[in-house]
């Protein structure tokens, strides 16, 4: 089923870039646990520090409720960029939860030393992390729980995903009442606190996610928008941990229906969009990703990586991107 060979990582490392100490001295926590326990080390991180404040929001399900983390940069002024990063809105999709707790100070540090302001949605949905679900604990998917937006058509209609084009088509967001649109609880309290997010400062948004769908070998892909020769350098620094799928139709995580224990029905009747020589996806599917383009941030990307990547080397790919955004964004 793979379109293009996926090999072995291309090394040896040539891009000249350092994976520093925090690769060297490998990494804290590479396996799930209950999001209580998750949420807690984590504000035991924020509160260690004076430069940060988080919130917490609840989730209610008929199973019960759980909690939205933010956390966000002390002070954002009026004039301060900031970058978001959301990880986990797929529960079972661990690695993205992960980079954000493995590299929490450096992450924090290396976007404060260089002015940029952060907004953090560490754990997207912790009821299917805890249940290993890609849903939530109720099994309400609605139209998927990474929904963001509707595109009004030109005659009037109303569409989710647009494939790779079309992007200049007006949209609304998700929860307009005017839509009646069932949106997942997670999904309906992500839209809320988005909304009060000073949004017109958002200069980058990453969705970091895992490909849990396909059984491709260890890899890396990436949703993005806009000019991808400027992502080259990335590209080749994660090439050098984990292959780039190349010339891959992927339809994985699109028209998706759920059982009724929750887990996804494989199926193959997904419109798919291939992937470049770099692993890059161009696609309007009105998700988080495809929403940040939209209100005009100059970087917004959905990483992926596969099941089968050693959860060490997903969260280095997590942070390469981080690391390689924020040098984008203030490197002059
Ligand atoms: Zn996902």
Redesign the pocket.
């Known amino acids: 089923m793979i379109a293009a060979p996926v090999g072995e990582p291309a090394g040896p490392w040539t891009s000249g870039w350092s994976y520093g100490a925090r690769h060297e001295g490998g990494l804290v926590f590479t396996t799930a646990m209950p999001s209580t326990e998750y949420h807690a080390l984590l504000r035991a991180k924020v509160d260690a520090r004076s430069d940060l404040v988080c919130t917490t929001h609840p989730l209610n399900y008929r199973a019960g409720t759980w909690e939205m983390l933010r956390i966000a940069s002390k002070d954002v002024g009026p004039n301060d960029k900031v970058m978001v990063i959301r990880a986990t809105?797929?529960g079972d999709?661990i690695s993205g939860a992960m980079s954000i707790l493995n590299y929490f100070d450096e992450l924090v540090g290396y976007a404060h030393q260089r002015s940029l302001k952060l907004v953090l949605y560490p754990l997207g949905n912790p009821s299917g992390f805890d249940h290993r679900l890609r849903y939530n604990v109720d099994h309400h998917m609605g139209e998927g729980n990474?929904d963001f937006l509707r595109y009004v058509m030109d005659d009037g209609s109303i569409e989710s995903d647009l494939g790779p084009g079309r992007p200049s088509t007006p949209w609304t967001i998700a929860n307009d009442a005017a839509l009646g649109i069932d949106l997942p609880e997670e999904s309906r309290v992500m839209l809320e606190l988005v909304q009060r997010d000073p949004l017109s400062q958002v200069v980058a948004a990453f969705d970091w996610?895992?490909d849990l769908v396909t059984d491709l070998p260890m890899c890396a892909y990436h949703y993005a928008f806009g000019d991808l020769a400027r992502y080259g350098e990335i590209a080749a620094r994660i090439s050098e941990v984990v292959p780039l799928l190349a010339g891959y139709d992927m339809a994985g995580?699109f028209g998706e229906q759920i059982d009724d224990q929750g887990s996804v029905v494989p199926h193959t009747d997904g419109v798919a969009v291939r992937s470049d020589a770099n692993g890059f996806i161009v696609r309007h599917d009105g998700s988080f990703s495809d929403f940040y383009q939209h209100i005009g941030a100059t970087h917004s990307v959905a990483t992926e990586t596969t099941g089968a990547t050693p959860m060490e080397l997903a969260c280095l790919v997590n942070w390469i991107w981080f690391t390689g955004v924020v040098d984008l964004l203030t490197s002059a």
């Open positions: 809105i797929h999709e990474n996610h895992q995580g």
